[in-house]
Antibody, heavy 115, light 109 residues
Framework: EVQLVESGGGLVQPGGSLRLSCGASRITLSLYWVIWVRQAPGKGLEWVANINQDGSEKNSVDSVKGRFTISRDNAKNSVYLQMNSLRAEDTAVYYC????????WGLGTLVTVSS | QAVVTQEPSLTVSPGGTVTLTCGSSTGGVTSGHNPYWFQQNPGQAPRTLIYETNNKHSWTPARFSGSLLGGKAALTLSGAQPEDEAEYYCLLHYTGAAVFGGGTKVTVL
């Protein structure tokens, strides 16, 4: 069974940084776009960023531009989300999704930004 | 960035039919927005039901169908089952970004 696993979440102070990872098993991520989606507590889904197969095309939502960077290492079958200058409003569960038309989702990793 | 709108909540009787819609602040939704629909149960990750307006994954129950209706993307549930009670989100794609709707809570009652 295909698995996506997010890691790297945790508690961080405002202004701090975290690097999220999306690892995969039984799927070759280099064949697919990968997206990051977040969900604040009790709120809906928010599309955060995506990256194409070779990393040459990246997009992100306006609220994270200049602070978050999506990247990938196809040799490690992984995608990353570097999050800098974190704010309280970035507190959320972060999911990655990939595969044929976003067929696969991870279980998410919780990021809490608080002093 | 664009705002994507969904009904906050809908109720359907068991065995009944309900249609969820997904509109865009930029105008009519077309196949070019590559609409997706996702189902999410409390405490769980989303699950992709529909992609590219009306295509289903192998796990998508036949009672779900996607379409374009009156300038919006639509998800129709025909023959609702108790297990269909969940939150449903649409996603529209724009140049350089994608935007989720606020979600529709579907109650089967």
């Amino acid at each position: 069974e295909v698995q996506l696993v997010e890691s790297g979440g945790g508690l961080v102070q405002p202004g701090g940084s975290l690097r999220l990872s999306c690892g995969a098993s039984r799927i070759t991520l280099s064949l697919y776009w990968v997206i990051w989606v977040r969900q604040a507590p009790g709120k809906g889904l928010e599309w955060v960023a995506n990256i194409n197969q070779d990393g040459s095309e990246k997009n992100s939502v306006d609220s994270v531009k200049g602070r978050f960077t999506i990247s990938r290492d196809n040799a490690k079958n992984s995608v990353y989300l570097q999050m800098n200058s974190l704010r309280a409003e970035d507190t959320a569960v972060y999911y990655c999704s990939s595969g044929h038309n976003s067929a696969h989702w991870g279980l998410g990793t919780l990021v809490t930004v608080s002093s | 960035q664009a705002v994507v709108t969904q009904e906050p909540s809908l109720t359907v009787s068991p065995g009944g039919t309900v249609t969820l819609t997904c509109g865009s602040s930029t105008g009519g939704v077309t196949s070019g927005h590559n609409p997706y629909w996702f189902q999410q149960n409390p405490g769980q990750a989303p699950r992709t039901l529909i992609y590219e307006t009306n295509n289903k994954h192998s796990w998508t129950p036949a009672r779900f169908s996607g379409s374009l209706l009156g300038g919006k993307a639509a998800l129709t549930l025909s023959g609702a089952q108790p297990e269909d009670e969940a939150e449903y989100y649409c996603l529209l794609h724009y140049t350089g970004a994608a935007v989720f709707g606020g979600g529709t809570k579907v109650t089967v009652l």
